[in-house]
């Protein structure tokens, strides 16, 4: 059992967490998943697990792996090679459906991790632009936001990395084939942009939190309806997947504080 997760507990926040960007994968069909951090790394193994058994997973480098090991171990099943020239390859395509981390998120989608303040002259060197702009052009990019606050859900991000919709729509059709992002999970709610105007909308709060939470902790105007629904509770056996089978050391703790 996971460390300080007595056996039959209710979920945490973490597992809401881990539940929220697990579904972030649903219906994508044979399409390869690239999380990046604990808890997506945690919400894909466990959808490979459950209601998306078709997902391909990698063990992080440059093999393609049919079992769900935990956190940590070694695949025991390989099921083909996947070099960094067919990675690329795959990403160009539509074939994978990527979950990034941003230090800036704004209401379209915009994307930055690479400074803070005028990229002229940042006030803080961040990890630079990496993979995020063919990542967000060419196939489906979603968000993990670990901690949801006014630094990280901006009005407008310091610089843009990771392609936001409408920047992609000024960009034509060329940018906007495979552009999608689909849900931006963070510590406090899951959004999208299912609107006529793809501005960001809330999808569902986890349990806990407030909207009056939500909006104070957003750093542009957020829309929080009255009826909106409360994310999904994980199940009993989804619950002993996590706990037992994919983090018995209850790394998803360390990432999402109660």
Avoid at 142 to 156: D, F
Avoid at 209 to 215: A, C, F, Y
């Amino acid at each position: 059992m996971s460390e300080g997760t007595a056996p039959g507990a209710a979920a945490t926040r973490a597992e809401y967490c881990v539940i929220a960007c697990a579904e972030a994968w649903r219906g994508d069909g044979e399409i390869l998943a690239s999380p990046m951090g604990t808890v997506p790394t945690i919400g894909a193994r466990l959808a490979k697990l459950t209601f998306a058994p078709e997902l391909l997973l990698t063990d992080g480098e440059a093999l393609l792996i049919g079992d769900v090991p935990g956190l940590g171990e070694a695949a025991r099943v390989v099921e083909g090679w996947l070099p960094y020239r067919r990675h690329l390859a795959m990403v160009t395509g539509g074939k994978r459906h990527v979950m990034m981390g941003a230090s800036q998120l704004d209401r379209y989608g915009n994307q930055n991790i690479s400074c803070i303040g005028d990229w002229r002259r940042p006030d803080r060197q961040l990890l630079g632009v990496r993979g995020a702009p063919a990542n967000t052009l060419n196939n489906p990019t979603s968000y993990w936001v670990p901690k949801h606050s006014t630094r990280v859900l901006v009005e407008k991000a310091d610089m843009v990395c990771g392609v936001g919709y409408e920047r992609a729509a000024a960009a034509g059709p060329s940018a906007t084939r495979f552009h999608r992002i689909p849900r931006v999970v963070t510590d406090l709610a899951v959004l999208d942009f299912e609107t006529t105007d793809h501005r960001m909308r809330v999808r569902s709060l986890h349990p806990g939190v407030s909207p009056e939470r939500l909006r104070e902790a957003t750093g542009f105007p957020l829309d929080v309806p009255a009826d909106v629904p409360r994310t999904r509770e994980p199940s009993a056996e989804e619950l002993r997947l996590i706990r037992e089978v994919i983090d018995p050391r209850g790394l998803r703790e360390r990432e999402v504080r109660p």
